[in-house]
């Protein structure tokens, strides 16, 4: 691993002594992937204290972005600060994140007790970005109370959020469509709560009958009974009675006799999708050599043409290379 460099040391303490700047510096950091990322982020580790992380994920125009925006003011209304991730399409041309922190968090850019970070999903199909994680730990050693993580907002594949927050809520409305299918489709599984918001709306208890009718059907694997919260979030109607189920959820996390071993779980989890996320990226960094590299690794970026000018299918070269440890090695830049 790395050794830090003493830039990167002195962003470390500043970012423990509440240093918005170093937290800011950090995150852009963690996204560009520098080389020394691994040792920085073990660093971060060690200063953060495990602060909850509340997902909120939907369709497209159910509100989500609203709803954080009422859900930070009444943390901060408690006192709490707050760090929030807001996971942005992509934008085709620069791979940044389209809509930026004060566009779309406006009323809080001012507040030194609310940082949010818009961070671009990057072709991500799980609804969240690479680097949510490793934000996520920033915000948490920097020191708020609360985080909270709302995705781009691509309806029926948002699953990669299960695995980053303790809490999820799923953001419906009265013309979310096809609610049954895009319940079947998975987002069942993924919600702790349910919020239909809009629920001025003609529909909204139609709706929120069937999540419930969904939920007999289909219950809690570990005996967690998920409420369904009617809400008008721009009023600010239901925001406490949500927050209220997720408080709830929280102390049944905490009060499960497997919680040990589910925060093991995880950390393994963790570990295999930073080996996965590395590796992908070691990949797609050798393959974007294509032939230009064979000069200087014979054989090694022809595996890659031949599967590009279909001489060979992708089955039969991955085969190949994980029958040769030496071969795959050399690709993922293991000396």
């Given at each position: 691993?790395?050794?830090?460099?003493?830039?990167?040391?002195?962003?470390?303490?500043?970012?423990?002594?509440?240093?918005?700047?170093?937290?800011?510096?950090?995150?852009?950091?963690?996204?560009?992937?520098?080389?020394?990322?691994?040792?920085?982020?073990?660093?971060?580790?060690?200063?953060?204290?495990?602060?909850?992380?509340?997902?909120?994920?939907?369709?497209?125009?159910?509100?989500?972005?609203?709803?954080?925006?009422?859900?930070?003011?009444?943390?901060?209304?408690?006192?709490?600060?707050?760090?929030?991730?807001?996971?942005?399409?992509?934008?085709?041309?620069?791979?940044?994140?389209?809509?930026?922190?004060?566009?779309?968090?406006?009323?809080?850019?001012?507040?030194?007790?609310?940082?949010?970070?818009?961070?671009?999903?990057?072709?991500?199909?799980?609804?969240?970005?690479?680097?949510?994680?490793?934000?996520?730990?920033?915000?948490?050693?920097?020191?708020?109370?609360?985080?909270?993580?709302?995705?781009?907002?691509?309806?029926?594949?948002?699953?990669?959020?299960?695995?980053?927050?303790?809490?999820?809520?799923?953001?419906?409305?009265?013309?979310?469509?096809?609610?049954?299918?895009?319940?079947?489709?998975?987002?069942?599984?993924?919600?702790?709560?349910?919020?239909?918001?809009?629920?001025?709306?003609?529909?909204?208890?139609?709706?929120?009958?069937?999540?419930?009718?969904?939920?007999?059907?289909?219950?809690?694997?570990?005996?967690?009974?998920?409420?369904?919260?009617?809400?008008?979030?721009?009023?600010?109607?239901?925001?406490?009675?949500?927050?209220?189920?997720?408080?709830?959820?929280?102390?049944?996390?905490?009060?499960?006799?497997?919680?040990?071993?589910?925060?093991a779980e995880f950390r393994k989890q963790q570990l295999i999708e930073i080996l996965l996320t590395e590796i992908r990226h070691r990949l797609l960094a050798s393959s974007s050599?294509?032939?230009?590299?064979?000069?200087?690794?014979?054989?090694?970026?022809?595996?890659?043409?031949?599967?590009?000018?279909?001489?060979?299918?992708?089955?039969?070269?991955?085969?190949?290379?994980?029958?040769?440890?030496?071969?795959?090695?050399?690709?993922?830049?293991?000396?």
């Amino acid at each position: 691993m790395n050794k830090l460099s003493s830039s990167y040391k002195e962003l470390l303490e500043r970012l423990s002594g509440g240093d918005r700047l170093a937290l800011a510096r950090l995150m852009t950091l963690i996204e560009s992937r520098p080389p020394e990322v691994y040792a920085l982020m073990s660093q971060v580790c060690k200063l953060a204290r495990a602060v909850p992380r509340l997902g909120i994920t939907g369709p497209p125009g159910a509100g989500k972005s609203t709803l954080v925006d009422q859900i930070i003011r009444s943390f901060r209304a408690c006192g709490k600060t707050v760090g929030a991730i807001v996971i942005d399409p992509s934008s085709p041309f620069s791979g940044g994140a389209v809509l930026g922190d004060r566009v779309r968090m406006q009323d809080h850019s001012l507040d030194p007790g609310v940082f949010v970070r818009s961070l671009a999903s990057r072709g991500s199909h799980g609804g969240v970005s690479r680097a949510t994680m490793e934000v996520s730990v920033l915000l948490d050693a920097f020191g708020m109370d609360e985080i909270i993580i709302e995705t781009v907002g691509v309806g029926q594949t948002e699953l990669d959020i299960m695995g980053i927050a303790d809490t999820t809520a799923v953001v419906l409305v009265p013309e979310s469509g096809d609610t049954i299918q895009t319940l079947k489709a998975g987002i069942l599984e993924i919600g702790q709560v349910f919020v239909v918001n809009k629920a001025d709306r003609e529909g909204a208890d139609r709706i929120a009958s069937e999540i419930q009718s969904m939920l007999k059907i289909a219950p809690s694997p570990d005996g967690w009974e998920v409420p369904v919260v009617l809400c008008q979030a721009r009023e600010g109607e239901g925001i406490n009675e949500f927050l209220s189920a997720v408080e709830n959820h929280r102390r049944h996390l905490e009060a499960r006799p497997d919680l040990a071993a589910r925060q093991a779980e995880f950390r393994k989890q963790q570990l295999i999708e930073i080996l996965l996320t590395e590796i992908r990226h070691r990949l797609l960094a050798s393959s974007s050599l294509g032939s230009q590299a064979s000069s200087l690794e014979p054989g090694l970026a022809q595996v890659f043409d031949l599967v590009r000018d279909a001489e060979k299918d992708p089955y039969q070269a991955a085969a190949e290379l994980l029958a040769d440890p030496k071969k795959l090695a050399k690709i993922l830049g293991i000396k």
